[in-house]
């Protein structure tokens, strides 16, 4: 007898992905850290989580309550010296810059020595005149070089006090009707992540910038901060409403899949999906208008861990705790 071959055909890889599937689907999953996950059979229900896993995951909650929030414009800028904290260092004498003082960065004070011009007069020597700074401040620009040929009423210096540093920002035109001046700011920048400034709308520029379709708004800090400089990229949060007294939740808390937003409810070792509708954000806290109540606590850090283990319908076997 002649031996049968086997036929290869079209529909044995598509048996073999069957079986594989099922393998996976019948198979328990393994927790590393104590436990096995059941695949559960219809509607997700709660994740059950042994007291090693939770310890393993790391899990950490916060209570949903009262929190003052605010809902922000979203506003990008950058940190500046105002206008009124400038000043420019100009020769009153047509010249040459013989001597050089001061370099980008220093500090000065009111009438300090910055450069010196020999006059194109006839003389021996030529007349010369010191250039001196019209207020104190710190160097930001300086066009002038020993042998340079000046003309008078030329900026050779340009001086700023970085202790008064202001926020440029840009109100696109669609926004301008929200910002006014007076309003209460949160600033927030990228070279110190984290950390908040507060302050105020200063002034609106009466012109629309055609190109941009934007209006530049001077932001007033409220207080210093010697590590900031000019130039550093700035974001703004301008108050458009304040609720003292929101019910609202840690952002990190609320998860957002499928166009759906929920939170992570904690009830000893049990963690509940709740679909929640969020209302303002400040970045650090998101008002929750529906969903929870206080007292709920949220999973604030593993939350993730727990939506993997959420979506396979897992469950702790009993005993692995």
Known sequence: MTPTKAIATPMAPLLAAGLALAACVLTPSAWPHGGQIEI?????????????QIRALDVRTAVAGPHALAELLQLNGQLRVPPGAQADAASRI?????????????TVRAGQRLLRVQSRLVGDPPPSVDILAPRGGVVQTLDARVGQGVEPGVPLVGLGDPTRLA????????????????????????????????????????????????VAAWIELDRADARLRPNLFARVGVVLREDRQALAVPTAAVIEADGTRFVFVRQGNEFARVPVRTGPSDGQFTQIDDGLVP???????????????????????????
């Open 94 to 106: 047509a010249g040459q810059v013989v001597a050089v003082y001061v370099q980008v960065g220093d």
């Open 295 to 321: 007292g709920d606590v949220v999973v604030v850090q593993g939350a993730g861990e727990i939506y993997t283990q959420w979506l396979s319908g897992g469950a702790v076997r009993q005993g692995s705790d």
């Open 40 to 52: 559960a059979q219809g509607p997700k229900g709660p994740v059950h989580l042994s007291t090693q």
């Open 167 to 214: 926020v440029l920002a840009r109100v696109y035109e669609e926004d301008l009707g929200k910002v006014r001046v007076g309003q209460p700011v949160v600033v927030t920048t990228l070279a110190f992540p984290g950390e908040r400034l507060g302050g105020r709308v200063q002034r609106l520029d009466p012109v629309l910038d055609p190109d941009s379709r934007t």
